[in-house]
């Protein structure tokens, strides 16, 4: 099935460090999430993107909705051992009623001890 | 708000034997949706509804039945359970785009 194109697939940082991550598709979409992930825990929303150029924060996350409206980035400032994880993107191709997500594949953020 | 739940939170199954997972929401989202997610995996859509009495077919949906008689609840059905529906299982509700996720549900069809 259609997929985006998250990258990197992990990371391997310090504390403290920033960190940066990104999705891209072939395909123009309307809306992009991203999602946070802990171990035997369900996806939570982090940042929702409605607008192409959008940057929105929340707290030491920042994420924009490319021009292009086909990418999306999300940065971790001054990395914390709380935010170990898995990180989504998704993305909303169609509007009205239907919020199909197309999802990437995720990037695992481990902190160097 | 509750928001989104899902019973059981791990269930073991037999090959060929049949259960229904429960997800219900009580934030009066139209849009619901299932999906299992395999180890070291991304989310894969098994199916979704855009309202009551409404639904649909995601990427994975054989093996699959879903039902939507109300907007609270969205159960999945597995008819005949296989070893290759082990996977977590995580139900999700919708109103603006932004989806949230229940615990999910950690099945093992032996």
């Known amino acids: 099935g259609q997929q985006l194109n998250q990258s990197p697939q992990s990371m391997f940082i310090q504390e403290g460090e920033d960190v940066s991550m990104n999705c891209t598709s072939s395909?123009?979409?309307?809306?992009w999430l991203w999602y946070k992930q802990d171990p035997g825990e369900g996806p939570v929303l982090l940042i929702a993107l409605y607008k192409a150029g959008e940057l929105t924060s929340n707290g030491r996350l920042t994420a924009q909705f490319g021009i292009t409206r086909k990418d999306s980035f999300l940065n971790i400032s001054a990395s914390i051992p709380s935010d170990v994880g898995i990180y989504f993107c998704a993305g909303q191709l169609g509007g009205g009623s239907n919020y199909q997500l197309i999802w990437g594949a995720g990037t695992k953020l481990i902190i160097k001890p | 708000n509750a928001g989104v739940t899902q019973t059981p939170k791990f269930q073991v199954l037999k090959t060929g034997q049949s259960m229904t997972l429960q997800c219900a929401q009580d934030m009066n989202h139209e849009y619901m949706s299932w999906y299992r997610q395999d180890p070291g995996m991304g989310l894969r859509l098994i199916h979704y509804s855009v309202g009551a009495g409404i639904t649909d077919q995601g990427e994975v949906p054989n093996g699959y039945n879903v039902s939507r008689s109300t907007t609270e609840d969205f159960p999945l059905r597995l008819l005949s359970a296989a070893p290759s529906q082990t996977s977590v299982y995580f139900c999700?509700?919708?109103?603006?785009?932004?989806?949230?996720f229940g615990p999910g549900t950690r099945l093992t069809v032996l």
């Open positions: 999700a509700s919708s109103q603006h785009g932004g989806q949230y």
């Open positions: 395909s123009i979409f309307n809306t």
